[in-house]
């Protein structure tokens, strides 16, 4: 994808994925329009969903990549941390998360965020544009209005986001994707609802802003996909996580078993 150099600061990207069905150690599913199921379906004829967040290193933190002024909440002046970063080897990757997209789930503001740039981008050859622009979309909001949801094809939910998402589930297609939204990712994430993570962390030590999994989330561990999880030129790292357990975490110790160091696991 060919990126205007002089809009890149400005362009709201999207840089980690969770894919959530039915399964607590799946990728969420979330439903597609009946004209748009996939001949590749996930056990039970679910559609799958897979969502995305950028992270820097050692902080989790996925708050602002890009641009500057995308998110000042609580004082944070660090946006745009994540463009000196790109490349066309992380837009491969990412390109490769949207190949997979059946429909898209966002909150509100990032549903906010990418349908203020992403509608502009009329390019065809542009993968990523066509995606957001032309697949359904499913925007969790109590206050967006049917009128102002103009990024079409938009589905406001308004009811309890767990039963929506269980509900939508059942119906076959591709991924339903849900990018960014860090704090529908953790609604979903304490819901066990998240089957696949998508991530991409980048070489840099922010220091400040949100986290993917915050203080308080419930406890999980993660099997790699090895062959989609790799190092790119340039030392960014292409992750992806599926979850294996949920609310419970193994422990162990280490000790000295005749003069030999030992692993125990409780």
């Not at 094809?153 to 119906?171: H, I, Q, S």
């Not at 203080?215 to 190092?231: H, I, N, W």
Request: net charge neutral.
């Amino acid at each position: 994808m060919q990126i205007d150099r002089a809009n890149a600061a400005t362009m709201p990207r999207c840089r980690s994925c969770t894919r959530l069905t039915r399964g607590p150690a799946a990728s969420v599913c979330l439903p597609v329009s009946p004209d748009r199921q996939s001949a590749t379906r996930i056990p039970g004829g679910e559609s799958c969903c897979s969502a995305s967040t950028p992270s820097s290193a050692s902080t989790a933190s996925c708050k602002g990549p890009e641009p500057p002024d995308e998110d000042r909440s609580d004082g944070f002046d660090r946006g745009g941390w994540l463009v000196p970063h790109a490349s066309a080897h992380t837009n491969e990757v990412v390109e490769s998360w949207f190949r997979a997209a059946g429909a898209f789930l966002f909150g509100r503001t990032s549903f906010d965020l990418l349908g203020g740039y992403w509608p502009k981008v009329t390019e065809p050859d542009d993968l990523i544009a066509t995606k957001l622009n032309t697949l359904p979309k499913y925007v969790v909001s109590s206050t967006l209005t049917d009128q102002e949801a103009g990024w079409s094809p938009t589905t406001v939910l308004r009811g309890e986001l767990v039963d929506e998402v269980r509900r939508l589930k059942e119906l076959p297609g591709m991924e339903l994707q849900v990018h960014g939204s860090w704090k529908l990712v953790q609604t979903l994430h304490q819901a066990g609802l998240v089957d696949l993570y998508r991530l991409l962390q980048y070489p840099v030590v922010v220091g400040t802003g949100k986290h993917l999994f915050p203080g308080g989330s419930t406890p999980a561990t993660f099997t790699t996909v090895d062959e989609k999880s790799r190092v790119l030129p340039g030392g960014v790292v292409s992750l992806t996580l599926k979850p294996a357990s949920l609310g419970a975490i193994t422990a162990g110790a280490y000790t000295v078993d005749e003069g030999r160091s030992a692993t125990v696991l409780s």
